[in-house]
């Protein structure tokens, strides 16, 4: 082989870039949709998706399903639940609040957005950031991640409603869900990882 005939191949920016805003086609609106809550198993995580879920019927009319689990917060649902939650309109995960948890729930998110179905994913302040480095590093750097206080799993259901499910995170939920995804990818592209590319500098 001569050097003409050597080829130098990047593994890596061509997909990034090819997929850079590859998120499912957002609702028109919340109203009379059908929306999936999803558990990752952690505690309360099923506590605060109620109260999402509860304050998007109550301002919506929205269609918020039974909470659906899946076995462990730490590896990827059965297909059997991605099969479940591709019924719905969109899906709420909850939540990332340790590494191994929040890049499972990532993986989740993943998952669902490439059959099709719009997801918001909640992680704890302490952990949005390597969240989206998950995303960004699977090409989807506008996916919606919305920061929650930390901690959460410490906490009473009836603090985590009270405290943790905020006007803010509702905003941000309703905004995730109806925004185009061009839209999204100037919220959240870079949102958490540019912070912390600034500190490290």
Same mark, same amino acid.
């Given at each position: 082989m001569t050097d003409q005939d050597e080829e130098i191949l990047n593994p890596f920016a061509d997909e990034v870039e090819a997929k850079g805003t590859v998120l499912a086609d957002r609702l028109s609106t919340?109203?009379?949709? #059908?929306?999936?809550?999803?558990?990752?198993?952690?505690?309360?995580?099923?506590h605060f998706l109620r109260e999402v879920g509860e304050r998007l019927e109550a301002d919506h009319a929205a269609e918020v399903s039974e909470v659906v689990y899946k076995d462990v917060a730490?590896?990827?649902?059965? =297909?059997?639940? &991605? +099969?479940?939650? #591709?019924? &719905?309109?969109?899906?709420?995960?909850?939540?990332?609040? /340790?590494?191994? /948890?929040?890049?499972w729930t990532m993986h989740d998110a993943f998952q669902l957005e490439e059959?099709?179905?719009?997801?918001?994913?909640? /992680?704890?302040?302490?952990?949005t950031t390597l969240c989206q480095y998950e995303a960004e590093n699977q090409g989807v750097p506008?996916?919606?991640?919305? =920061?929650i206080e930390h901690p959460i799993a410490d906490l009473s259901p009836k603090a985590v409603a009270s405290e943790r499910v905020t006007d803010d995170i509702?905003?941000?939920?309703? =905004?995730?869900?109806?925004?185009?995804?061009? =839209?999204?990818?100037?919220?959240?592209?870079?949102? &958490?990882?540019?912070?912390?590319?600034? +500190?490290?500098?």
């Open positions: 919340v109203g009379d949709a #059908r929306i999936g809550l999803f558990s990752n198993t952690k505690k309360n995580a099923d730490t590896s990827a649902a059965d =297909e059997a639940v &991605y +099969e479940q939650l #591709r019924e &719905y309109d969109a899906v709420l995960i909850a939540y990332g609040d /340790c590494g191994s /948890c929040s890049s059959a099709g179905v719009p997801t918001v994913v909640f /992680c704890t302040e302490e952990f506008g996916l919606p991640i919305v =920061e509702l905003t941000a939920v309703t =905004e995730a869900l109806t925004n185009d995804t061009g =839209e999204l990818l100037e919220l959240y592209k870079g949102k &958490y990882t540019d912070a912390a590319s600034s +500190e490290l500098a």
